[in-house]
């Protein structure tokens, strides 16, 4: 028993070393080549078209960073609180259909076939937490991209498995892909935290081994079940049961709110932002929206802004969190309490660096409308400000 728990506990810290020493390799490699990149655009002296393939590969590492920081985060979160799920409304053929729209690119870049089949379904109005399944899905289809060769198949298979009592219903995603497949061995250390059967180095493909961890802990959470079928040199097959409650009938998808150019033309934002440097970079996306912007440099004199500007004068206002003398938060509840109804109601987004689960509650309690992660995407922070600018009166 003992020798057990001692050869778990020497396995668990191989894993762990193991996993230092990727990552520092992991996050360097991005860095390197953003560093190296900024240089090379830097010394070009007109040629447009080679800055902007510098700019593009700086993009593409800022990316791979990110993502590793988020995994990161996110699976220490999970491991050191309780993490409540939502119990929102919404269109399964929707969200499964944005899983696919993101991953597309990727698969395309690959020359892989991502199919989705959402067949005999009737329940596809469900509840539950619409961004962790998103989560799940979204590992599992990218891991099917990464490690599936040039000209192969990732297909996800939808079905309805069983309808219970009281509105309950079962569905089955079954993750199909024609790539290298995963060893028997490894295949029980597959949802471990840090494992990969090869590193990065040998691979030449990038992670951190975190994705199915960070996936099975959220479908555990859900109630569900994740498992894993693979034949090397032939493919992977992870299949995930999950159990919603539903509404009687198939409700109609939700339109998106995409940006109308019209509804932001020549609206007057308030950007309260610290940091001059993301005040330059907000302001000029914002302005490349049609938006009017006005900054403030820290809380309070955000609130001094609004409350000194007629109603209607600020359409909506963007919120960084940690800023100095007052923060986000606390801005957004005085705001709330202004005597005016009209002012005291404006539209407050968070545009924050605070990203994880318990900063978009906090920002939600603080009486905002809205949170958006830094950095940022300018379609989707459009299409969030698109969604809380009210219309014209
Ligand atoms: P990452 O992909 O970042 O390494 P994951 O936790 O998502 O981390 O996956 C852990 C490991 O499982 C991967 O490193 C890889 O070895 C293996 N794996 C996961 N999905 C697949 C797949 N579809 N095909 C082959 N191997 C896979």
Redesign the pocket.
Known sequence: MVEEALSRAQSANNAKNAFLSNMSHDMRTPLNAIFGFTTLAKMESGDREAVQSYLDQIEVSSRQLLRLID?ILELSWMESAQVDLLEEQYNLQDLLQDVCNEMMPQAQEKGIVLSLNFADTKHSSVYGDRARLNQVLK??V???I???EYGGKVTVDVTEKEVLPNNYVVYEFKIS?T????EKE?LKH??EPF????NSTL?G???????????KNIVDRMGGTIG?H?VVGQ??Q?TVILRFQTEEGVMSCSGQDKISAGKVENRRILVAEDNEINREIETELLESLGLVVDTAEDGSIAVEKISGAAPGYYSLVLMDIQMPIMDGYQATRTIRRFQDPKLASIPIVALSANAMEKDIRMAHESGMNAHVAKPFDLDNLAEVISKFIPEIQ
């Open positions: 995994d590992y599992i990218n891991n099917g990464k490690y599936t892909d790539g290298i497949g995963i490894f597959i949802f494992e990969r059967e090869k691979s493909i990038h992670g951190a081994g975190l994705g199915l961890t960070i996936a894993v693979s493919g992977s992870f």
